[in-house]
């Protein structure tokens, strides 16, 4: 049970990383809006690849912000049902979820996403317009990158089901939505 308690920690430890990254996008693109209004608006300057910018930073805050949810149950759910169940309950659902949804979910984004970045690499893509960011592989390459992380979430749900199964956790505070919903 103790290596349970490791990988469990080990786990979430990632899905808090990704939550991290993912606030620190959000900041940085909020900080790329109020640049471009203000060169647009002050100035009548228009950068194509900040505004670029502006989608590869959302894709990060929304792509990296998926297993940071999972580890938090800040994603969608039937919470009419979900928070009148016992936590074993609550447990074998997340565990039979976690299974039957979002690791296999997860593999089949992270298998096709992986192809979907590697062509783009082995095409040199860029950006369509004039003056937009080159090297549109690295944002595509943030798709596998999240899948592993969300299977990586997806298996850090089961472990904390197991703590829970054995009386040791149970699910309040940031295991119910944590202030986020």
């Known amino acids: ?7 469990d920690k080990s ?3 990632l899905s808090k990383l990704c939550g991290w990254i993912a ?3 959000m900041i940085l693109m909020a900080l790329n809006v109020f640049y471009d209004v203000v060169a647009r608006y002050a100035f009548n300057e228009v950068s194509i690849a900040m505004q670029e910018m502006e989608w590869h930073l959302y894709s990060v805050v929304f ?8 580890r938090t149950d800040g994603h969608v759910r039937v919470d009419v049902f979900y928070t009148r169940w016992s936590n074993k309950a609550k447990a ?3 565990i039979i979820g976690a299974v039957a949804f ?5 593999y089949l984004i992270g298998r096709y996403g992986y192809s979907f970045a590697l062509d783009s690499f082995q095409m040199g893509e860029g950006s369509g317009d004039p003056g ?4 549109r592989w690295i944002i595509k390459a943030i798709i596998p990158l999240s899948a592993f992380f969300m299977a990586t979430a997806g298996l850090n749900m089961v472990t ?22």
Not at 102 to 106: D, L, Q
């Open 63 to 70: 792509l990296l912000g998926i297993p940071y949810a999972l």
């Open 11 to 13: 786990l979430a430890w």
């Open 102 to 106: 979002v690791i296999p979910f997860a």
């Open 1 to 7: 049970m103790r290596w349970i308690i490791k990988l």
């Open 160 to 181: 904390y089901a197991i703590r829970v199964l054995s009386g040791e956790k149970g699910y309040v505070g940031e295991h119910s939505a944590g202030g986020l919903a």
């Open 132 to 135: 937009g960011l080159p090297h």
């Open 23 to 25: 606030c620190l996008a």
């Open 92 to 94: 074998w659902i997340n």
